[in-house]
């Protein structure tokens, strides 16, 4: 079975950083995207960085500060952040699509709390 499990969330003052971990276990074919989100209090679950289609893309709100990359040889996806805000404060989840044999799966981890406070 597929499964991703998250890592390295937590406190942290404005202006700060944290690495967030996705380590991903079993086989998915046909990966299309991989991503995180977060979710606020109160709001709707945000995109805030994809790989899609080898590429790069990121909300407006997290330009500049947030880095997603993805390590294969080690089958895990990483979310850098850098430049905290207590906007930033949400729980976070990686996330991946993928497409293979005409069906759609969407995988997801457990969530993980990064607070941006003083």
């Known amino acids: 079975q597929v499964q991703l499990v998250q890592s390295g969330g937590g406190l942290v003052q404005p202006g700060g950083s944290l690495r967030l971990s996705c380590a991903i276990s079993?086989?998915?074919?046909?990966?299309?995207?991989t991503d995180w989100y977060r979710q606020a209090p109160g709001k709707q679950r945000e995109l805030v960085a994809t790989i899609t289609g080898g590429n790069t893309n990121y909300a407006d709100s997290v330009k500049g500060r947030f880095t997603i990359s993805r390590d294969n040889a080690k089958n895990t996806v990483h979310l850098q952040m850098n430049s905290l805000k207590p906007e930033d404060t949400a729980v976070y989840y990686c996330?991946?699509?993928?497409?293979?044999?005409?069906?759609?799966?969407?995988?997801w981890g457990q969530g993980t709390q990064v607070t941006v406070s003083s």
């Open positions: 079993g086989s998915i074919f046909g990966i299309y995207a």
């Open positions: 996330n991946v699509y993928s497409l293979y044999g005409g069906r759609v799966n969407d995988y």
